[in-house]
């Protein structure tokens, strides 16, 4: 139950920078769908890191 909302959060953050691709793919009128690869990928780097900061022991 400790991460629960760590997981939560993390799940609807990727969900919202796909959809957010997604949106962004058809505004721009994009051959490759680069948004929809993009945000989630800059969406988990940073959540990971995030996780990383928050469950590390400090000293």
């Given at each position: 139950m400790k991460y629960a909302g760590m997981a939560t959060q993390f799940l609807?953050?990727?969900a919202i920078a796909v959809y957010g691709g997604i949106q962004i793919d058809?505004?721009?009128k994009f051959e490759t769908p680069l948004a929809v690869?993009?945000?989630p990928l800059l969406i988990i780097t940073g959540i990971?890191?995030?996780i990383i900061k928050d469950t590390s022991t400090k000293k």
């Open positions: 609807v953050a990727i058809k505004w721009l690869w993009l945000l990971i890191i995030k």
